[in-house]
Nanobody
Framework: QVQLAESGGGLVQPGGSLRLSCAASGRAFSSYPMGWFRQAPGKQREFLATITADGTSTYYLNSVKGRFTISRDNAKNTVYLQMNNLKPDDTAIYYC??????????????WGQGTQVTVSS
């Protein structure tokens, strides 16, 4: 069992940056691939980025590639999402998930509660 808790969301102006954190508790965080997703009002949950358990490989949604960076620190049981050049369309609830190196949300076994990101002037 893995428990996940996101933090770092908030209100930011267009062009700004945020770094989201996802702290994990429970067993063997370092054995789980991790992912970040987001869900805007009225839309389906959308894949953003994923990282392997050892952190050596990553994969991104094309529209965020070059703006978002996923990383992890297994010593701190934490995965991060650095978001730069944020746009109003990035406004959503952001979720981290454990268990899959995949774009498919159904490949992940554990989810956090989400953190709100609002991009507005």
């Amino acid at each position: 069992q893995v428990q996940l808790a996101e933090s770092g969301g908030g209100l930011v102006q267009p062009g700004g940056s945020l770094r989201l954190s996802c702290a994990a508790s429970g067993r063997a965080f370092s054995s789980y691939p991790m992912g970040w997703f987001r869900q805007a009002p009225g839309k389906q949950r959308e894949f953003l980025a994923t990282i392997t358990a050892d952190g050596t490989s990553t994969y991104y949604l094309n529209s965020v590639k070059g703006r978002f960076t996923i990383s992890r620190d297994n010593a701190k049981n934490t995965v991060y999402l650095q978001m730069n050049n944020l746009k109003p369309d990035d406004t959503a609830i952001y979720y981290c998930a454990a268990g899959g190196f995949s774009t498919d949300r159904f490949a992940y076994d554990y989810w956090g509660q989400g953190t709100q990101v609002t991009v507005s002037s």
